[in-house]
C-alpha cells in the first residue's frame, strides 16, 4: 500500500512539473504517451496477468473514440462522453469475450482478430460513420465548470486520468480478483481443481481491460478530434502488442514505458529516414530476442547489477554502502 502511495505521488508530481520543463511539442507528445499508456496498460493486464494474448484489442480503443465522436454532435459533458464510452468498450468486450474466452492460444487470438476486423468492415463501409474517410468533431473537454481550450489543460486533463486509471488497475491486479487472475495464468488446471470458475475470471478481466481501452480511445478522440476505421486496423492492434512487449509484461507500469518509447523512437526516427519502421521492426525483434522482459525489466536488471558492484566494493573494503557515499563524497 505504501509503495502505490509514493507512486501515485511521484505520478501527481511528474505530470505537474513536466509541462514547465519542456517545450509545447513534447508536451503534445507526452500526452500522446499518456493516452497510449493507459490503452498499453489495458492490454497487458490481460497479457502480462492473465495470459490471454489479444489481437484485438484495438476493437475496444475504436469504439471510445467513434463513441465521443458520434455523440458530441448532441452531448458536451465530458462525463456523459467518456462514461458510455466505457460502457459500449465493456459490453463489447462481454459479448465477444463469453465467445473468444472458450479458446486459447492462437484460437483465441485469431478470434479477437476477427472481432476487431469485424468493426473495420462495418465502420468504413457506413456512410452514417462517415466511411473510409473517417469522422470529426469540434468538442472540447466540458468539465461543467469550464471548458479545456489549451493544449496544456488538456495534457493536466489526461494526466488525471492515467493517474486514476494506472491506480484502479493497481488496486484491480492487488485484489483477490487480480490474485486469482494470475493463478489462472500460472496454473489453470490447479485453480480448476481448487474449485474456481476460471472462465469467469478471464471474463471479468478481459472486460475491465475493454473499459480502460475505451477510455483511452476516448480521450485519444478529445485529442485528435478524429476517429477513423484505422483505429480498428491491424496496424492499431499490433502496435500496441508492440508497446507491451517493448516495456515488459507482468507489471503495468511496463506498457507505459513500451508506449513511450514506441512513440519517441517514431517520431524521432521517422524524421532522420523514411524506413523508419524497419528500424522499429529490427529494435522490437532485438528486444524480443535478447531481452524477454522487455525495458523495463532491462532497467531493473542494469540497477540490480550497479547495487551489486557497489555491494562487492564496500565489502571488499569492509565498510557499509552509507560509508562508501560518505567517503566518495569527501574525495
Not at 519542456?22 to 498499453?40: K, R
Not at 485453480?191 to 480511445?217: E, H, P, T
Not at 513500451?258 to 528486444?287: E, H, K, P
Amino acid at each position: 500500500m505504501k509503495s502505490t502511495i509514493l507512486t501515485i505521488f511521484l505520478l501527481v508530481a511528474a505530470v505537474f512539473v513536466l509541462p514547465f520543463l519542456m517545450s509545447p511539442f513534447l508536451v503534445y507528445m507526452i500526452t500522446e504517451v499518456l493516452i497510449m499508456g493507459i490503452f498499453a496498460m489495458s492490454l497487458g493486464l490481460i497479457m502480462g496477468f492473465g495470459g490471454l494474448h489479444s489481437l484485438g484489442h484495438s476493437a475496444f480503443f475504436g469504439l471510445g473514440a467513434y463513441t465521443v465522436v458520434v455523440l458530441s454532435q448532441m452531448v458536451s459533458s465530458i462525463y456523459v462522453l467518456l462514461l458510455v464510452a466505457i460502457l459500449i468498450a465493456c459490453a463489447f468486450a462481454f459479448v465477444t469475450g463469453l465467445i473468444a474466452i472458450r479458446s486459447k492460444g492462437i484460437f483465441f487470438l485469431m478470434l479477437t482478430f476477427a472481432f476487431t476486423q469485424m468493426l473495420y468492415l462495418i465502420f468504413s463501409q457506413s456512410g452514417y460513420w462517415g466511411g473510409a474517410d473517417g469522422l470529426g468533431t469540434s468538442i472540447k473537454p466540458n468539465l461543467g465548470f469550464v471548458e479545456l481550450t489549451s493544449p496544456l489543460s488538456l495534457f493536466y486533463l489526461i494526466g488525471g486520468f492515467f493517474i486514476l486509471s494506472y491506480l484502479l488497475l493497481r488496486l484491480f491486479v492487488n485484489s483477490p480478483l487480480g490474485t486469482g487472475l494470475q493463478g489462472v495464468m500460472e496454473n489453470e488446471n490447479r485453480m480448476i481443481a481448487l474449485g474456481y470458475n476460471v472462465r469467469n475470471y478471464k471474463v471479468i478481466a478481459y472486460i475491465v481491460a475493454g473499459g480502460f481501452a475505451g477510455l483511452a480511445g476516448g480521450l485519444y478522440a478529445f485529442k485528435t478530434q478524429f476517429a477513423s476505421p484505422d483505429l480498428f486496423g491491424v496496424h492499431m492492434a499490433a502496435t500496441v502488442i508492440i508497446m507491451v512487449y517493448i516495456g515488459g509484461m507482468g507489471t503495468l507500469f511496463g506498457p507505459v514505458l513500451g508506449a513511450g518509447i514506441y512513440i519517441f523512437l517514431q517520431n524521432y526516427v521517422s524524421t532522420m529516414t523514411d524506413r523508419w519502421s524497419l528500424i522499429m521492426g529490427l529494435i522490437f525483434i532485438a528486444l524480443v530476442l535478447f531481452n524477454r522482459g522487455g525495458a523495463l525489466h532491462l532497467i531493473q536488471l542494469l540497477i540490480g547489477k550497479v547495487s551489486s558492484y557497489k555491494l562487492n566494493v564496500a565489502k571488499s573494503k569492509g565498510v557499509s554502502l552509507n560509508e562508501l557515499a560518505k567517503n566518495k563524497g569527501t574525495e
